[in-house]
């Protein structure tokens, strides 16, 4: 159960924007809910949402929706595990690949691109953020530097997700079951 209710009246902002997902995702956003305590704090969640979820990028969007689902399965943040499942499907993602995206390693659904990335994002989620020189320069052997760039973006937007949902433990949404409902 969340720690924090919602505020009785949403900013127009934050109202706005969660008819906008509860349209798009077919429930209510609990996120933006509880980040309307203080009217300013939707507008950066908000801007990060747009560009990363909306933005159009260089890096393979199946690949993107595969670290962003390690990352939040690092961090073990049931609201953005099940939001993820749900985005990553409808991406097209192949379910098997979510279900084991922790075992990448060892498993033989990931291509050698999808490791190097998988790789990268699990260094990258560690409490130092530091990636080893032998992981970067797999990783440079499949993408460019702007692809490199827009998975570090995904990663740290990840993170950010993760931080502001897990301490406050806004659970799973049932996003995932959700998948008729048009993107």
Partial sequence: MSRISAPARLPWIASLASRA???RFGKPFPTLALLSHHPAYPVPYLFITGLYVNSSTQLNSTTKALVSHLVAQLNGCAFCIDL????AQGKGLDATKLKWVLEFRVRPEYSAAERAALE????ATQVTARVSDEV???????YTEREIIELTVAVATENFFNRLTRPLN????GFCALMDHPE
Avoid: D, N, P
């Avoid at 993820?84 to 985005?87: C, L, N, S």
């Avoid at 970067?136 to 499949?142: E, I, P, S």
């Fill in 136 to 142: 970067y320069a797999t990783l440079t052997r499949f």
């Fill in 84 to 87: 993820g499942e749900r985005v």
């Fill in 21 to 23: 997902l509860t349209w």
């Fill in 120 to 123: 990268y994002a699990w260094e």
């Fill in 170 to 173: 806004i659970e799973s949404q």
